[in-house]
């Protein structure tokens, strides 16, 4: 019982600074342009969070039990792993720089799996072809985690791009005032959206470390663990979500009502549409590269480019940064007799 109550401290743990980052990183432009007040945000984030959440759980069941060989996966694998995710995002956090607490997860389950394996990397699900399914609803590591990776980023910054685009041609003979007036209240609607949509991608991320203990025949998830890990991240952006916040909310570009209902309306679809495949998609990209591609459709000149390039190394780095740390952490405990 001991041992459960401390896996369960550490996922509370991980939730409450995964807020500082995803939660974060979903009201940022709605903060950004003022239309809500951070503490409004937050509040609109945590009940969008929860309905989405309690909506599906297909992400979860991808990383609980289909990126490694479950049979390595231990309390002690569980511990490390949202360690190693955790000191990631602390790190990253005080830097001001938004990076993927799914990666972070993902890339800590697999560093401590490996280690509680001895290093025998065929403990990883590397790639899971299915003869009756196409090859973009394959499971393991690379058609869940790594393609998407690097095509939800792409996906978010053009798509973004194109619909700014065509706002521009929409409202190109409103008065600013009226603009400005109509977006505002739309904000409302994509800031709901962008609210529901990253728990269906694993924002509540600490879930699939739960399910160790927690799991059923259908691998289901509790809902109360559903509820408790929903608002243990409001209260982790509460306490901490506003470096990111003015990252992506302020310094990437300079936002206006119409950016963030394009920005926010790209990043949602991105992730429902990922999330229907089960793919940890993450909301930190999807948000990030949308804000990139509303601010290219402005003007090149508009973004800080050299944040943008910090901001896309932190996103390369976190998956083997992760898995680093979790690692060591694993091999340390077996050092001195945890097992």
């Not at 989405?52 to 049979?71: I, R």
């Not at 993927?100 to 899971?128: K, Y």
């Not at 459709?297 to 083997?320: Q, R």
Request: net charge positive; charged share 10%.
């Amino acid at each position: 019982m001991t041992l459960i109550l401390i896996v369960i401290l550490v996922a509370l743990v991980f939730e409450f600074i995964n807020g500082y980052h995803d939660t974060a990183n979903s009201i940022a432009t709605v903060v950004g342009t003022k239309v809500l007040t951070p503490r409004q945000a937050i509040v609109l984030a945590a009940i969008t969070n929860l309905f989405g959440a309690l909506m599906g759980s297909a992400v979860a069941t991808t990383v609980g039990k289909g990126l490694v060989d479950t049979h390595y996966v231990t309390s002690l694998t569980i511990v490390c792993g949202l360690l190693g995710g955790t000191v990631w995002n602390l790190l990253t956090w005080w830097l001001g720089l938004p990076s993927s607490s799914s990666h972070a997860l993902i890339g800590g389950l697999l560093g401590s799996t490996l280690a509680a394996a001895r290093t025998d990397w065929h403990v990883i699900i590397w790639a899971s072809p299915a003869s009756d399914k196409p090859w973009y609803a394959w499971g393991g590591l690379l058609y869940k985690v790594v393609i998407p990776m690097f095509s939800s980023p792409l996906l978010g910054f053009v798509v973004g791009f194109l619909l700014m685009g065509f706002l521009f041609f929409v409202v190109s003979s409103w008065k600013p005032r009226t603009v400005n007036a109509a977006f505002g209240k739309l904000q409302l609607l994509s800031a709901s959206y962008m609210g529901f949509s990253p728990t269906q991608t694993g924002q509540l991320n600490g879930l699939p470390a739960w399910l160790h203990f927690f799991q059923t025949p259908k691998f289901e998830i509790a809902i109360w663990v559903k509820v408790m890990c929903a608002l243990t991240m409001a209260a982790g952006t509460a306490a901490g979500g506003w470096r990111i916040i003015r990252t992506l909310g302020h310094k990437v570009v300079k936002l206006h009502p119409i950016h963030g209902f394009a920005a926010e309306t790209t990043a949602a679809t991105v992730l429902v549409v990922a999330a229907k495949f089960g793919m940890p998609v993450s909301t930190t990209h999807a948000i990030s590269t949308s804000i990139m591609g509303v601010g290219a459709a402005k003007s090149f000149k508009a973004l800080k480019w050299d944040l943008v390039e910090k901001i896309i190394w932190t996103w390369f780095l976190t998956l083997p940064a992760t898995g680093v740390i979790a690692y060591l952490l694993v091999r340390l405990c077996s050092a001195v007799g945890l097992e």
